[in-house]
């Protein structure tokens, strides 16, 4: 059986079509088919209070590439994705392997309908494994027999965490998720990680929080499967804990490392993630 295919299995009565998924909701953003009527309803109402929200799905798939292929020019050949969500193509793993082929890449989400479909992707994906596991219990994740069969320990690992933390509560310790991150890797691995806020961006003259707009966002995702933490870039700097932050720091997504045009502060401001990338020294 191809490594793609074990994600450990689930039960029918752990799919929740019911219930909106942040997942799913992303998928329609980025103008994915994968996604059920309670996930369209929700985004739309997120789309109506803010507009801007494909725009920042954009964006943040358009930092995941970069930061990918930064990852695997660096030397890095083993990847796990948290919170992968929908498999939209490019996958991480294709990012990765277009560059350097032998690019070992796990899938992690709490989704069983994004198991699934990653399922479907990967069934022909040699090195390439799907978790069916949950960032808030991140030690787990990373005992999983698919995680220890395709990953080494003894040499360096990149953790993604794209748009992922903001869905977890401060009661629920996202800097602890990150420390157990750290103590599990090796030197020399990489943490890339994506966050909403609620801030302006910080040279818009005249930037503001649109109060309406980010109350209307955070009271959609009250009745997902996961709430919206928004945080600040001070907050989400000291998520990177024990990893060291490499140029340029933290900043909104387009602006880390951009290969084509720089956008200009209005559509910074209305690209609501903020992204950077940390070593472990």
């Known amino acids: 059986m191809p490594d793609g295919t074990a994600h450990g299995g689930f039960r029918p009565e752990e799919i929740d079509t019911g219930t909106p998924h942040p997942a799913r909701m ?93 399922g479907a992707r990967l069934t022909d994906a040699d090195r390439t494994g799907f978790v069916l596991g949950d960032v808030r219990d ?35 310790d996202p800097a602890g998720i990150v420390t157990a991150l750290a103590d599990a890797l090796p030197s020399g691995s990489h943490l890339v990680l994506s966050h909403a806020t609620e801030e302006p961006y910080e040279e818009f003259p005249g930037g503001r929080v649109d109060v309406t707009a980010r109350d209307g966002v955070v009271n959609v995702y009250k009745n997902a499967t996961a709430t919206l933490n928004l945080r600040s870039k001070a907050r989400i700097t000291e998520l990177f804990g024990p990893f060291t932050l490499l140029e340029p720091g933290v900043v909104r997504v387009p602006l880390w490392r951009p290969d084509g045009e720089i956008p200009g502060a209005e559509e910074l401001n209305n690209t609501i993630f903020y992204g950077a990338m940390g070593r472990k020294d």
């Open 26 to 118: 992303y998928d329609y953003y980025l103008g994915g088919r994968d996604n059920y009527e309670v996930d369209r309803i929700a985004a739309d109402r997120v789309i109506e209070v803010h507009p801007q929200v494909r725009l920042s799905a954009r964006a943040n798939r358009a930092f995941l590439g970069r930061a990918v292929r930064t990852l695997v020019d660096g030397g890095i050949r083993q990847l796990i994705d948290l919170g992968t969500g929908i498999p939209t193509s490019p996958y991480t793993h294709e990012v990765a392997r277009a560059s350097a082929p032998d690019t070992r890449v796990v899938h992690v989400d709490n989704d069983p309908i994004v198991a699934t479909h990653a």
């Open 138 to 172: 991140v030690r787990s994740v990373l005992a999983h027999p698919t995680v220890r069969r395709l990953i080494d320990f003894d040499r360096p690992v990149a953790v993604l965490l794209l748009a992922v933390l903001h869905f977890v509560r401060e009661d629920e």
